[in-house]
């Protein structure tokens, strides 16, 4: 029951204070009483039994992203390296 | 440069990204390198607690275990709100359920779990009105439908879930709905993290925190056993990426000596939590004196209740004397008590695979998906346990 899911709002519904979001593909309407944040349609949320949890920062994601593809790269770089001395 | 990231071409973050870029084996690969290199340099073996259920599920499921040195290992902790739940307190829901007049809901694998005399499951096969939720706020329909029967939520979880509980209750006040009442299960990790401590036999010299627990409570919940236990803790993410970076920081605290708390989810966690959930928290629930939790026993402030402003919704006050209280401990070769503490393994036990399975269960450990029993049964070495 405990995985939190990250999904994109795609629809907001101000008056039910609820949103609609999609989850690869799944689209259904979650609660959004507790977020504080400001939420805008293309935002990505976390959600959790029925709601939305908090946003998730893209810039943060992003930068994570970027640092693990930096990590492979320089991983695949040295196998090479190795491999050539062999 | 954040911006600039949001710039280059093929670097706009796409739903797809958040899944596929964290479980990306390439950099699996990498960091377990990176982890291995920095694991040479540790004095002493880490002993790694995943509190969470989830963190145990994704080491298991992505092979984790077999990525990472010797002298790095797990202990598999006691963060799953179905497998902590004590045997008299399904007979509580049970009771609930068996009475006329009452609709009993509840979340996730509960409905599957035993008590001392079957589970929720069964109840419902017998006649009991059982329903399982995937969205608490569904209770309100329920309840609104059903004006002459009495409807219990019966609530499980740790910090994460007890917000959403506390939303049903806000929206069940606000909608005047008199027949919603709530039976309260809701634990909190801190208390258990030095129940676990506490054990003198424990090798835990360092935890992976739950981010979603830390999405509600901020990663400040974690201070307190880092500068009392000395023990280092990074809340981390779910992905298999999350959980080996996660594992790298701790190795690298370990190797400097730092007992600190960081956040390794820092996409979706930040230090304070989520303050909206907090004050909902506030205003309906208390702190209880003590808790039994299954395989652990009683710990003391471990669990919430409702405060005494909200008793009329108390489903344990309005049937008082007509739940069972007695306390009802797992089969007694089962060994969860100390899987949970981190003294025992899941293959240790020696009813392991053979009378505890998935589906006949003895213990906690084997009841729930996320427990530990039940995840190394699923995907652990169990062809060679037969």
Known sequence: MCL?????????HDDEQAITVDTLG??????????????????????????????????DALESLKLYREIAEKLEAESHAQSSYQ | ???????????????????????????????????????????????????CGGH?????????LGLIPDNVKFIHGPGCPVCVMPKERIDQAIALAKMDDVILLTLGDMIRVPGSKGSLA????????????YDPLDALAIARDNPDKTVVFFAIGFETSTPMTAVLLQQAEHAALPNLLFHINHVLVPPAIDAVMAEPATKVNAFIGPAHVSVISGAKIYR???????????????????????????????????????????RAVTEEGNLTAQALVDEYFEVRDSFRWR?????????????????HRDAEIHFGGRLPVAEIDDHKACQCGDILRGLANPMDCKVFGRGCTPQTPLGSCMVSSEGACNAYYRYHGVQHVD
């Open chain 1, 4 to 12: 939190s899911v990250p999904s994109e709002v795609v629809a907001l």
């Open chain 1, 26 to 59: 799944v689209r259904r309407k979650v609660s959004r009483h507790l977020l504080s944040d400001e939420i805008q349609i293309g935002d990505y949320v976390l959600i959790h039994i029925g709601f939305a949890m908090n946003k998730i920062d893209k810039e």
């Open chain 2, 1 to 51: 440069m954040p911006n600039q990231a949001i710039n280059e071409p093929d670097s706009s973050l796409k739903l797809k990204s958040l899944y596929e870029g964290f479980r990306d084996a390439g950099t699996i690969r990498a960091l377990a390198d990176r982890i291995s290199s920095a694991a040479i340099n540790l004095s002493e073996p880490l002993y790694i607690m995943e509190v």
């Open chain 2, 56 to 64: 145990t599920h994704t080491i298991m499921k992505y092979g984790l």
């Open chain 2, 122 to 133: 069964q109840a419902r096969a017998s006649g009991a009105d059982v329903r399982p939720l």
């Open chain 2, 224 to 266: 307190r056993a880092a500068e009392v236990h000395h023990t280092p803790v990074v809340v981390s993410g779910f992905e298999p990426v999350d959980v080996m970076e996660s594992i790298l920081r701790l190795v690298e605290l370990k190797n400097h000596a730092e007992s600190v708390v960081e956040v390794q989810y820092s």
């Open chain 2, 295 to 311: 395989g652990l026993g009683p710990i003391p402030q471990s669990a919430l209740k409702l405060k005494d402003k909200y008793a």
